[in-house]
């Protein structure tokens, strides 16, 4: 049976939940939901898991906060032997427009701090990762404290569609591969 490793990122606790750097989590919760399964702390990480059409899909949320996200991943992958080309790492992106998705096989890091470490930690860049664009609008300076800020109400309207896309583009990169995935999904957010 294939296996694969979903994962969100994002910062624990209670004051970080509903901030753009918790996007990760937010749509993990989501596709948990949706599959009516529930998440339970473990080594490293919460993690949910679930069946879809003979194939097993583990949802990991590190725990190690967003800058150590990858000696969780590491340990998932290798605990489970799971391949590298069936991990999907979920992050926010401040060079991408507000709900606009970017999935992609390998990359840099593109200063996130949690890509970063997972590419240090795999000693590679290439993997599959799933890049949701939260937008860049912050002067010089405020990055920290716009990505680590709770979505504006025009966002919040628009975000549970993109959180249900992002959940339907998961299930498309387990059950259709990454290429028909990033053909589907990549591109501008169109209301």
């Known amino acids: 049976m294939k296996k694969f490793l979903i994962v969100g ?12 750097h918790n996007i990760g989590f937010k749509v993990l919760d ?3 939901k949706t599959e009516k399964t529930s998440f339970e702390t473990a080594k490293l990480g919460d993690i949910a898991e679930f069946k879809i059409k003979g194939r097993t899909v ?3 949320k590190p725990n190690t906060f967003m800058n150590l996200s990858g000696k969780s991943i590491k340990y998932w992958l290798d605990k489970e ?12 992106d401040i060079h991408i427009d507000f709900g606009t998705f970017r999935i992609k096989a ?19 860049a290439t993997y599959p990762r799933f890049r949701f664009g939260v937008g860049g609008d912050f002067s ?12 504006s ?29 990033m053909n589907q999904f990549n591109g501008k957010f169109e209301r």
Do not use: C
């Open 9 to 20: 990122l994002g910062n624990i606790g209670p004051k970080y939940e509903e901030t753009r």
């Open 30 to 32: 989501s596709l948990a």
């Open 58 to 60: 583990l949802l990991l």
């Open 81 to 92: 032997k799971i391949p590298l080309e069936n991990l999907l790492v979920i992050t926010d």
């Open 106 to 124: 390998k990359g840099s890091a593109g200063g996130h701090n949690g890509l970063k470490d997972t590419q240090e930690k795999l000693n590679t």
């Open 140 to 151: 010089k300076g405020k990055q920290v404290d716009y990505v680590l800020g709770e979505w």
């Open 153 to 181: 109400a025009g966002e919040q309207i628009d975000l549970s569609i993109r959180i249900d896309t992002a959940t339907a583009a998961i299930k498309s990169f387990v059950l259709a591969g990454l290429s028909l995935t």
